[in-house]
Each structure stands twice: as C-alpha cells, then as structure tokens.
C-alpha cells in the first residue's frame, strides 16, 4: 500500500487490486466515483458564463432553457451516490462493531475523511477573499467562492447521515420494517405540510429524504433487496411511478433545482425525487452483479476504478473552482462568447470550456489528492469525544458549508472561518513528536 504523504502510484494500484477480498462488491466503487465524474460534467454542462450586452451574464442553464429538464435525468446521480453510501458505511459499521470501535470514534473518522480536502478547498477560497480584498476586488471573488460552493451542499447533508449513521444502522438492524415506515411516514408529513404551506417542517426532508436512501443502501448491504428478475421488476415499478408522478402530479419533470419552480424536485427533496431516486438504485443494484463480475475479470479496468476512488472527492470539491478560474480568464482576456444560452453555438462554446475546465482542474487535482489520501489511511486526533460532541461537529459543518453559498459576504465569510474551525480545532490529526 502506498505511503499515506504519497500519492496513490501505480505499483500500490496493483497491490490494491491484488489484494482485494473475494466478497467485495466492486459495483459499489465503481458506482461512487463515477457519480463524483458525472456531476463535475453535469456541473460544467449546465454552467453559464456569458457575455450578455457587453456584462458578464452567469447561473444555471435551466433558468434560461428549462426544455432541458430531461438531460437531469441522466444527471441526478446523487441519490445513488447516498445509496452506495449507505452500503459502504453498513460494511463500514459492521466491521467497526467486530473490531470494538465506538460509534463517535467511527463518527469521527468519517468526518475525518470528508473534512481533510474540504479544509483545503476553504483554506484557498479563504486567501484568495483576503488578497483579493486587500486588492480592492473582493466583491468578485466573492462571487467566485460562491460558485466554488455549489457543490457543498452535498456535504452538508452527507455530513449529517454520515453522524447518524451508527443509529440508524442499529434501528435498521432490529427493526428494518418499523424503520422504513417510519421515515416515510416523516417523509409524507414534511411533504403534506410543503403543499400545506406550513413554514419550516418541510425542510425536515433535507435530512429524511436524503437519509432514505442511506437506509436503502443498509437494506441493499445486508440482501434485503429482490434479485435477478424481480428487482428488475421493482426498478421498472418505481420508474413508471416516476414519471406519472411529474406527468400527473404537481412535481416539475426535472430533478434539479432551478429559479422559476412551483415546486423544487430537491429543495427540500420531493416524492418525485424519491421515485425518482429508488428508482436509479434499484437499477444500478439490478446491474451490479454483472457490473462486478466485469471489474473481477478486468484488472484494468479494476485499476482504474481504484485510482478513481483515490481521487473522487478532489475532483468533486476542486472542479466548480476550475470552473470559475477558467471563467475569470476569459473574462479578463476578452474571451468569454456573447452567445445566447442554451442555443447550438452556445453548446459549441462547451467544447473549449470543458477542455480548460478539465486542463485547470487535472494539475490541481494531482496537488490536492495526497491530502485526500492521507485522510482515507490517516485518522483524527485522538481527543476525548462522546457522541454528543460528534454530531455537534457534524452539526456545524453543515451548517459551515452551507453558510459558504451564500451571496451575502459575512455569511461566506463565516462559512469559510467555520469549516476550517471544524478542521483545526476538531478533526485535524494530531501533530508527531519525536
């Protein structure tokens, strides 16, 4: 295995793949860094950055062409990545519980392995805001760390059922049945009460819907699911319910956010994003079984899945600031297009961006990985924690990250301050002595 302050090399991928154990489900690896590739795409597909009557123009692709809603139904890959999710920490947690872990020390690592990369992702946004305000420019790189951001709504809610994971995998053990009714009898409530216009007690859903899927990764990890014929059937069923509930129902036929919605498919998530995302699981777990025997059989392709993982959350934190370090160049060069969005020689303008897109983010990656791998062989600080004080971290670095996207500089600036804090003062290793 390689050095934990090296990158992953090739020889330690092959030790890697050699030493993999029989019984693992190589799917789920594939499935989770693929996810990680597809929504740094997604991302930079659905950017604009335009010139509009000679000022620079930005958001989401979908507020000026929402015809292409159905693209995100290919794209919404993030409840299968809470859905493998759910199956790595039921192995996780299975194993820990053999081994005599404590749940906030298994909270703890967790947290650990998402915070690390985090950490150094607002370390840079955090310098860039001061040099920049000493420069005299920290409005627009405000906005920069803004769009930096818009992936970290994912940690945010990740961060929070990764905390309540050893509790919920309990209930889930003793009583699956009493547990998958019960989130979604809290699911249903949160969800009359959006339609209700009840203020407050639909965005419970941020947290139940979300760990929904968690939970079914549980179900998945210990065989509860059909096989063969009849979870084919099943993910067939949850797709015909989908799209009659976007057909006859009151839920947009898109699984993204965007301005201009009645109601949003994933703030907080739907029904029809729970269909939606059941059905994507219930699929991907059809496939796994022929998806792993592939990965057995191929050592390349194996490999390759391995050094994907290694790198997954790097790509996933860094490439949104690739994104707004290309936008800003061209910018600033004159050659940001003047196009209209979502028209044919706007998606020619695609080709270019994401070859710089992804010619900025490969160096940066190749510099930030060793952090993230450090994170995965490496664990915090060992400090006197209870679970009280482990879900209280997690508890503040949803709500850092969360603080991060806003618009509102003290909000931003907060968010940056807080997830170091969560860092330095919490997950941080311990330093070596001598």
Request: glycine share 8%.
């Amino acid at each position: 295995m390689a050095h934990p302050t090296t990158p992953v090399t090739s020889p330690a991928l092959g030790d890697l793949a050699a030493s993999t154990p029989a019984d693992r489900n190589r799917a789920v690896d594939l499935y989770r860094a693929a996810a990680m590739v597809v929504v740094a795409l997604g991302h930079w597909l659905g950017m604009v950055a335009v010139l509009r009557h000679g000022a620079l123009d930005g958001g989401n692709l979908l507020d000026w062409s929402p015809e292409y809603g159905w693209i995100t139904w290919i794209g919404q890959v993030m409840p299968l990545f809470f859905f493998v999710g759910g199956f790595a920490s039921a192995t996780s947690l299975r194993s820990a519980e053999r081994r005599g872990v404590r749940p906030a020390d298994w909270i703890a690592t967790r947290l650990h392995r998402m915070v690390a990369p985090a950490a150094a992702l607002a370390t840079f946004w955090a310098v860039a805001l001061a040099v920049g305000t000493a420069a005299g420019i920290g409005g627009i790189v405000s906005v920069g760390a803004v769009g930096a951001a818009i992936p970290l709504w994912f940690l945010s809610n990740y961060a929070i059922d990764t905390a309540l994971a050893p509790f919920t995998f309990r209930w889930f053990r003793a009583r699956p049945a009493a547990t998958a009714g019960t989130l979604l009898g809290l699911f249903a409530f949160a969800e009359s009460a959006r339609f209700a216009h009840v203020p407050m007690v639909p965005q419970l859903n941020w947290v139940i819907g979300w760990l929904g899927f968690q939970v079914a990764g549980f179900a998945w990890q210990a065989g509860m699911l059909p096989t063969g014929r009849r979870l084919a059937a099943l993910a067939a069923g949850l797709w015909a319910l989908a799209i009659a509930a976007v057909t006859w129902g009151p839920w947009p036929a898109v699984m993204l956010h965007h301005g201009g919605l009645e109601h949003s498919p994933t703030h907080p998530p739907s029904t029809a994003l729970v269909l939606f995302g059941l059905a994507y699981a219930a699929t991907a777990a059809a496939l796994a079984p022929a998806v792993d025997r592939w990965l057995a059989r191929s050592e390349r392709a194996w490999r390759r899945t391995i050094a994907a993982n290694a790198v997954a959350m790097s790509v996933y934190l860094w490439h949104m600031t690739a994104a707004v370090v290309v936008v800003a160049a061209a910018y600033a060069t004159g050659l940001l297009p003047e196009v209209e969005p979502g028209t044919t020689a706007w998606w020619w303008t695609k080709l270019p961006f994401l070859a710089l897109n992804a010619a900025v983010l490969v160096p940066v990656v190749r510099r930030v990985a060793p952090i993230e791998q450090r994170a995965l062989l490496g664990g915090p600080a060992t400090w006197h924690r209870g679970v009280p004080t482990m879900l209280l971290v997690a508890a503040l670095l949803s709500a850092s990250v969360k603080a991060w996207s806003s618009p509102h500089a003290p909000v931003l600036v907060a968010g940056l301050a807080g997830t170091l804090a969560v860092w330095h003062v919490a997950l941080r290793p311990a330093r070596r002595t001598a």
